[in-house]
């Protein structure tokens, strides 16, 4: 069983960057693919990022591509979330999941087996 906990999120304006940062306990976390989702109020969890077990490999939604980056750093049972050009939309909660498929990076909430408390990510314009 993996635990994780998020942190990193609060207020930043239009243009400005955040570092999200997920906790795991637990030695399974490095076999485990891992991937942030988010959700704005009144609206369904959306897929942000995805990573495989061991960081090769990335996927991301279109609305964050070329502004966020995901990364994982399995020594420290952590996976990170660096979000840059921030817009007004990207304010929601922020959540991470562990996969233990650990090589397919799926879009769909359904794979992910485990989830954090979640982050409040607010962005002013």
């Keep these: ?3 994780l906990v998020e942190s990193g999120g609060g207020l930043v304006q239009t ?3 955040l570092r999200l940062s997920c906790a795991a ?11 942030w989702f ?5 609206k369904e969890r959306e897929f942000v990022a995805a990573i495989n077990y061991i960081g090769q490999a990335t996927r ?5 591509k070329g502004r966020f980056t995901i990364s994982r750093d399995n020594a420290k049972n952590t996976v990170y979330l660096q979000m840059n050009s921030l817009k007004a939309d990207d304010t929601a909660i922020y959540y991470c999941g562990a996969d233990r498929s650990g090589v397919i990076l799926r879009a769909s ?6 989830w954090g408390q979640g982050t409040q990510v607010t962005v002013s314009s």
Excluded: C, I
């Design 1 to 3: 069983q993996v635990q």
């Design 15 to 17: 243009g400005g960057s």
């Design 25 to 35: 306990s637990g030695r399974a976390f490095s076999s485990y693919a891992m991937a």
């Design 38 to 42: 988010r959700q704005a109020p009144g």
């Design 60 to 64: 991301y939604a279109d609305s964050v």
């Design 109 to 114: 909430a359904e794979a992910y087996e485990y």
